[in-house]
């Protein structure tokens, strides 16, 4: 799995995809001291300096022998694998064509930054020596007291550690790494040559194989599938039962550890199972040997499965032991003529009687018996480069990974990889390392474990106490309301809050970010209430705010809508069939001109209500239709439509005069470009913190036009109660929603620091301001002259607006796509409160829509990011804020590496889970990922990406990558 894009992420585009690099993450610098290079050793000891540990790389020598065992042409290092060891400081040595057998040239390797010597200097001049095979004993003599890094099965190669012992040298055994270590499986250079050694084994066997792996039937007659028995699945075995299989024959495998049935019977194969019961599994996920009542029963077993099969493969190994017999001479005769044997075995004793070491051999009855020993060598050019790989990267470990200092030599017996390798050191034998102390087991807890207890009856009392409150609350409204007019617009904004819950519910993940713009579009609307306004003006300052909330709504509709669109946009595939939405406009032109003539007319009054209905339908179609990709260009058609019909409707109601019909227009036209303006250059990264940005104009309208509407009355104090906690509710939402949406802004495009502000106070504060504010509204509700009532409503303003701001600032930048839906809803409110205020069902309407529909939706990603909803609303109220405790720890080992391996890794691999965050936004990379994606997939890869559902309205649209 790769994750792109995070903190400490740096990343490289190019034309033919994304390419990646992964930096280590920072590393704390530790003091001690490095050993003596006089004795050219390396010392675990500890010693009081402020000197790094261990030796600088540029002060070691690293030589590559030529590998002179019979039959073998890999070689230690690659020029890639040399490369990364002069980048960082290393001196590398090569022997004068060490890497020709491999198809590496020395001008390969001079090209990698080597230099190319003969062998004598090779062991003479070199501080650390790579090999692959057990050096020899003259090459031991030649090596002296220096290091080794090497294969050295240092149990069957007892003659071979004293040496090392009495010349004081210190070794390293590839063969010897911990398996069980999780970071050891870099290092495991077994596994990696057993792996080809599975591959090669099969294709070996299909070599002298006289038929088809797969069955075929065909005109001239019918060819069976071979079947292929594989005895042993570790690495080696698992390799060439996935070969066997690609290849379309009938796999069977047997293994003496049972647990290795799911990994035979994930890849096709068929496990068989022998009729007594014994447990295979050994230390360090190596097989143990066997009882000899275990042996009979397998033998039965493997006898009759080789009177059916046509090719054996073994590979059972024990380490430090001969190979176990498994498949015995009298089985062989029992196989039919033209089958094959492999045995992976064959160096250490064999699996199988028939086999000859480093020969075919063919039986009396006709079975050809492999005993090849240099399969590896027989793919050089691979099996080098993945050794190289292992020691190499095992080389660079020794020091970093514990002391965290990069560029020194150091050999820490705190590294259980290096302390499992390290097998004598400075002459003193360290092999077999000490085995870790086991676990220490948990106490028993001897209690008795009580039996859940689960009330069934409790969700039906919760039910039916909330269907009491609601029910009462509804009852309770119709008791204190003033007037029938009243209670029809209650009944508009209840039925408007359940459609708009409905509604949001139905949307899916992938297109919250297009429905909060779509919303914040709609919300808009408020423009509605500056046109009243302007139609009822009796004051210079009362047009001036009507003009501002009619002109900054109308930036909101236009450039909402746009960011809508480019939202959508990204949506869209060069495969998709062609849109014709404009042929939409055709009965939108059609109802205007419908309206307008029998608006005009003067026969029709019941018109202009109609029209209003209907606009609400549609701004509700608006967001209904972001339930799925199909019909989420439709929804945002409906949405235009209905916000246009909304403004001719409510021309159409007012009737207003020549002048200011032209003045309305001409606000709404300088409002129409601005929004066009600003949202033809937004980019698609920054769509987001636009949609923040819009919803403060949607706050200043709604204040505006609040206090427009309060200063216009004849005589504020005859305002009915309904009507003042309009006014009031409106400026107070107004503001918050302006202040708070700046706030969001600000953090989300990179003008304010994400952190969360930290005053140890703050809860204190947003109780003092919003005990403020409510005073300021009680003021309001005692129906105050004009100029009491004005700085009522001033103050009001005035607080409510640090509130909002103190609320946002302190909550963090990942929690603002939370903030902007609470916003979101807020504008919606304050809408319907306009609607309340100017008794105009459609303001209730679509404000109880977006303002329910965005509490909705605030829900749900509350709940997708672990979010408590009333702390959000409450600006981090109960959470600690003074950010004075212990940093989190992160445990775990850091993965390095580069442009080149990642792209190696991705061309490599069959199936790649791409988990994308916030980086990845912030670098502009979600094209280039997506050409990336197409190559991999033209490639035949199997792309697939894992998308927490908050991340598709992080910053940064990662919605495009959901679609």
């Avoid at 009081?48 to 540029?58: A, C, L, Q, S």
């Avoid at 003659?159 to 870099?186: E, Y």
């Avoid at 080809?196 to 299909?206: H, N, P």
């Avoid at 579009?521 to 909330?549: E, K, P």
């Amino acid at each position: 799995m790769i994750r792109l894009a995070s903190l400490n992420t740096a990343s490289t585009v190019t034309k033919s995809g994304l390419r990646t690099s992964l930096l280590c993450l920072s590393r704390s610098r530790l003091t001690s001291t490095s050993s003596s290079l006089a004795t050219r050793s390396f010392s675990s000891k500890k010693e009081e300096d402020v000197k790094p540990k261990g030796i600088p790389y540029n002060k070691l020598t690293v030589g590559v022998p030529k590998e002179r065992f019979p039959l073998e042409k890999r070689v230690a290092a690659t020029p890639e694998s040399v490369s990364k060891l002069v980048k960082p400081g290393f001196n590398v040595l090569i022997e004068k064509g060490a890497g020709s057998s491999s198809y590496f040239s020395d001008a390969d390797y001079e090209s990698a930054g080597a230099k190319i010597v003969e062998a004598d200097q090779v062991w003479k001049e070199s501080d650390i020596v790579m090999k692959l095979r057990p050096p020899t004993k003259e090459e031991l003599t030649q090596l002296d007291n220096r290091t080794i890094i090497s294969f050295l099965y240092p149990a069957q190669n007892p003659d071979l550690l004293q040496q090392l012992q009495d010349q004081k040298s210190t070794a390293f055994s590839m063969d010897c790494i911990p398996r069980t270590l999780s970071r050891g499986q870099t290092y495991d250079a077994l596994s990696s040559q057993a792996n080809i050694t599975g591959y090669r084994a099969v294709v070996e066997a299909s070599n002298e194989f006289g038929r088809f792996f797969a069955g075929q039937m065909t005109a001239a007659g019918k060819v069976p599938p071979a079947k292929v028995l594989v005895v042993g699945t570790g690495v080696a075995g698992l390799a060439a039962i996935q070969t066997a299989k690609n290849m379309g024959a009938i796999v069977r495998a047997f293994d003496v550890r049972p647990v290795t049935k799911e990994q035979v019977e994930a890849m096709g194969g068929q496990f068989l199972e022998v009729d007594y019961q014994e447990d295979g599994s050994g230390a360090g996920g190596y097989a143990k040997e066997m009882s000899k009542e275990w042996h009979a029963a397998a033998a039965k077993m493997l006898g009759k499965q080789c009177e059916e099969v046509d090719i054996v493969i073994t590979t059972a190994a024990i380490p430090g032991r001969k190979a176990p017999l498994m498949i015995t001479k009298a089985m062989v005769d029992k196989m039919k003529s033209g089958s094959v044997t492999v045995d992976l075995a064959a160096e250490s004793g064999g699996n199988i009687e028939t086999t000859v070491k480093d020969e075919k051999f063919i039986t009396d009855n006709g079975v050809t018996c492999l005993g090849y020993t240099d399969l590896a060598s027989r793919l050089p050019t691979t099996s080098s480069s993945l050794y190289s790989n292992n020691i190499s990267k095992f080389l660079l470990s020794m020091g970093p990974q514990t002391t965290k200092v990069k560029d020194y030599f150091y050999i820490d017996h705190e590294d259980d990889a290096v302390r499992g390798m390290l097998t004598v050191e400075n002459g003193k034998l360290m092999w077999p390392a000490p085995m870790p102390p086991p676990p220490v087991a948990a106490k028993k807890d001897d209690k008795p474990v009580e039996p859940e207890v689960i009330d069934y009856r409790a969700p039906y009392v919760q039910g039916a106490k909330q269907a009491s409150y609601l029910a009462g609350s509804v009852l309770t409204v119709g008791c204190i309301s003033p007037d029938p007019a009243f209670s029809a617009m209650f009944t508009t904004f209840a039925l408007s809050n359940i459609i708009g819950v409905q509604v949001v519910l139905g949307v899916t993940h992938a297109l919250h970010s297009p429905l909060m713009a779509v919303t914040n579009a709609i919300s808009g609307t408020t423009a509605l209430g500056g046109i009243h306004l302007l139609a009822h003006s009796n004051s210079a300052g009362v047009t001036a705010l009507a003009a501002a909330a009619t002109t900054l709504s109308t930036v909101n509709i236009v450039g909402g809508f746009i960011v809508t669109k480019k939202m959508l946009d990204m949506f869209k595939r060069p495969t998709d069939p062609p849109e014709y939405y404009h042929l939409y406009g055709i009965p939108a032109a059609g109802t205007m001109a419908f309206y307008t003539a029998g608006t005009m007319s003067g026969h029709v009054p019941e018109i202009d209500s109609a029209a209003a209905t209907l606009s609400g339908l549609l701004c509700i179609g608006g967001i209904a239709g972001l339930s799925s990709q199909s019909t989420a260009r439709l929804g945002a058609a409906s949405g235009q439509a209905g916000v246009a019909l909304g403004v001719a409707s409510t021309l159409g109601h007012l009737h207003p005069d020549l002048g200011t019909t032209a003045k309305i227009a001409t606000l709404m036209g300088i409002g129409g470009l601005a929004g066009k303006y600003i949202g033809d250059r937004v980019e698609p990264t920054s769509l987001p913190q636009t949609v923040a940005a819009f919803h403060s104009l949607v706050g200043v309208a709604a204040s505006a036009a609040a206090i427009g509407d309060f200063a216009n009355a004849p005589s504020p104090a005859d305002l009915d109660k309904v009507h003042l906690a309009s006014v009031y509710l409106a400026t107070v939402i107004g503001s918050v929603t302006c202040t708070g949406s700046l706030v969001a802004f600000g953090k989300l495009d990179g003008r304010m620091g994400s952190a969360p502000m930290q005053h140890p106070a703050r809860d204190q504060i947003n109780m003092g301001l919003g005990a403020a504010t409510l005073g300021a509204g009680a003021v309001v509700m005692g129906g105050p002259e004009v100029g009491t009532g004005l700085a009522a409503l001033g103050g009001a303003l005035t607080t409510s607006g640090a509130l909002g701001w103190h609320m946002t600032a302190s909550i963090g930048g990942a929690d603002m796509p939370v903030v902007i839906t609470v916003l979101n809803s807020y504008s919606g409110w304050a809408l319907c409160a306009e609607g309340f205020m100017l008794d105009m069902p459609i303001l209730t309407t679509v404000g109880a829509l977006i303002g329910c529909s965005g509490a909705a939706l605030t829900k749900i990603m509350c709940d997708a990011m672990n979010r408590d909803i009333l702390s959000v609303i409450l600006g981090g109220y109960g959470t600690k804020s003074s950010g004075k405790g212990e940093a989190m720890t992160f445990e775990g080992e850091v993965t390095q590496t580069s442009i080149d391996e990642t792209c190696s890794l991705l061309m490599e691999s069959e199936s790649v889970i791409i988990v994308p965050g916030y980086g990845l936004a912030v670098a502009k990379g979600q094209y280039p990922l997506k050409e990336m994606v197409d190559v991999l997939r033209s490639a035949g890869k199997k792309v697939r990406f894992g998308i927490h559902p908050v991340a598709g309205r992080m910053p940064g649209q990662l919605n495009v990558l959901l679609s």
